[in-house]
């Protein structure tokens, strides 16, 4: 049995156990992190359970090599162990940190095999019924038997990590988890990235009050709530006749997402911009950015709209009540409901004043709350604790 062999001679080796690095809230998350955590401490190797390497190159030249156990299907739990064996066998770590359903199940059960200590984060409310709505991939007894799976497993757990309140919360409840056994760390972003960006309805955005931009970005699944904000558009051309709304992002519903504004008549108003990895230059265009999740772990996309100091309309999910003080950060409007947003919209565009204040508190409390300086620190600290035995 291989056993932790941290030494005060080398840092703490973390294997640090995901589904796939293509382009996703965790995925970037994990790329925010290797990129600023202290090397003189802690050696950071990468392990993506499944194809799919977008970041790769992002996280290799951060410092941290990176391993693709190359599963051939989503569920290939024994194939995908035995491999991570193997790669456990290869490093030695001394911790093994997973991330998103599939991870967590395989590096539970490897590090358990070998005896190594296991920190999973908790970056959704996996488990809440919302899950089933718009969603055709996933079913009622599906949804129950991964929860099952995830129950027997998180006995296999030194400690969790979750995003938020609302999310630890939540998974403390669906899988019976002690409280005391789960920190929460926020998800952050760089300050510098962002630190340029010209306020709304600051003198750079001169001219464009002809033609308001809303924009969104998440990827085009049932999870993010597209439909409610394309079926929003009819009445926000109403008020705005020029308005167009901005989606970055690609997902298997963008083809259902199309025929929406071509029956409703917006078609022309809605872009499909794809992956895009210039997001603050995007959210620079922006008078409004809308995100009408249905459900949500921490949305980075909120966070960097908030930095770039973009007036939000967002979901009234519990984690936004960590990010958003109705009114003052941003607007609040009830989950699934268009005409609500289209209020919210219209609001916000015709209000200069109310767009620019609200706009300036939600960088200020970005700013102070969500520095990945301090959430790599925060970070850090679990994993000292967890490799010492604490």
């Avoid at 309805?201 to 001219?207: L, P, V, Y």
């Avoid at 249905?294 to 984690?319: I, K, N, T």
Wanted: charged content about 25%; aromatic content about 6%.
């Amino acid at each position: 049995m291989n056993q932790p062999c941290n030494t005060s001679e080398r840092p703490a080796r973390i294997l640090y156990v995901i589904d796939t690095l293509e382009v996703g809230g965790a995925e970037r998350s994990l790329g925010e992190l290797v990129r600023r955590v202290d090397r003189r401490r802690f050696e950071i190797h990468v392990c993506h359970v499944y194809a799919g390497d977008a970041l790769r190159g992002a996280i290799e030249e951060a410092g941290s090599d990176v391993v693709c156990l190359e599963v051939p299907e989503k569920y290939h739990f024994v194939t995908a162990v035995r491999r991570l064996l193997r790669t456990i066998d290869r490093l030695r770590p001394d911790l093994i940190h997973t991330t998103l359903f599939r991870a967590d199940q395989i590096g539970r059960l490897a590090g358990a095999i070998k005896r190594v200590p296991v920190v999973s984060s908790l970056v959704n409310v996996s488990y809440d019924t919302i899950r089933l709505r718009d969603n055709p991939h996933l079913t009622w007894w599906k949804l129950r038997a991964m929860q099952a799976m995830d129950m027997l497993t998180c006995r296999l757990v030194r400690r969790f990590h979750a995003v938020a309140e609302s999310v630890k919360t939540a998974n403390v409840a669906h899988l019976r988890i002690r409280p005391d056994r789960v920190t929460v760390v926020p998800r952050g972003r760089e300050l510098a990235r962002f630190a340029n960006a010209p306020l709304a309805n600051s003198a750079a955005w001169a001219g464009q009050a002809d033609r308001p931009r809303v924009v969104s970005v998440g990827r085009l699944i049932d999870q993010k709530g597209h439909k409610y904000l394309i079926e929003a558009m009819p009445a926000v051309q109403a008020a705005f006749p020029s308005a167009t709304l901005q989606i970055a992002g690609s997902g298997w519903a963008e083809s259902s997402l199309r025929d929406l504004a071509l029956r409703l008549g917006v078609a022309s108003a809605v872009q499909f911009l794809g992956q895009r990895d210039d997001i603050p230059r995007l959210l620079d265009q922006a008078d409004v950015f809308a995100f009408p999740s249905l459900y949500e772990g921490l949305p980075g996309a909120v966070l960097e709209a908030m930095l770039a100091g973009r007036p939000v309309v967002a979901s009234d999910l519990p984690v936004a009540h960590e990010l958003i003080d109705q009114g003052i950060h941003g607007l609040l409007v009830p989950r699934m409901d268009a005409k609500a947003l289209a209020v919210a919209i219209v609001q916000l565009l015709g209000d200069d004043r109310l767009r620019q204040r609200i706009a300036a508190e939600a960088r200020r409390r970005a700013r102070e709350r969500f520095d990945i300086e301090n959430v790599v620190r925060q970070m850090e600290t679990i994993w000292s604790e967890v490799s010492m035995g604490r």
